[in-house]
């Protein structure tokens, strides 16, 4: 059972980028999908994009293409979350979250282990 931790959120200015970092405590890490989300004040829950296990294949949601980049270091356990030009919108708690499995459907977004989220501010 893997756990899983995010970090590198903040207090930002508009227009700055953001790498996100969510580390996992299993050296079967590599064998890990990993997605990440975002909760904004007073919404839902919002899915952003995976990565899957292995070969490393991305998916994003169409609101997320162009200014998120999720990549993985398997060999430090960790999947990173880019994301450039943010907005004073992206102000969100980011999570990342995992599953022992492979994705085989894009966009599937169920997921059985979850971190604590780190929050990213931006200011206008």
């Known amino acids: 059972q893997v756990q899983l931790m995010e970090s590198g959120g903040g207090l930002v200015q508009a227009g700055a980028s953001l790498r996100l970092s969510c580390t996992g405590s299993v050296r079967t890490f590599s064998r890990y999908a990993i997605g990440w989300f975002r909760q904004a004040p007073g919404k839902e829950r919002e899915f952003i994009g995976s990565i899957n296990r292995n070969e490393n294949s991305t998916y994003y949601t169409d609101s997320m293409k162009g200014r998120f980049t999720i990549s993985r270091d398997n060999a430090k356990y960790t999947v990173m979350l880019q994301v450039d030009r943010l907005t004073p919108e992206d102000t969100a708690v980011y999570y990342c979250?995992?599953?022992?499995?492979?994705?085989?459907?894009?966009?599937?977004?169920?997921?059985?282990?979850w971190g604590q989220g780190t929050q990213v501010t931006v200011s206008s």
């Open positions: 979250a995992g599953r022992n499995r492979a994705i085989y459907v894009p966009g599937y977004k169920t997921f059985d282990y």
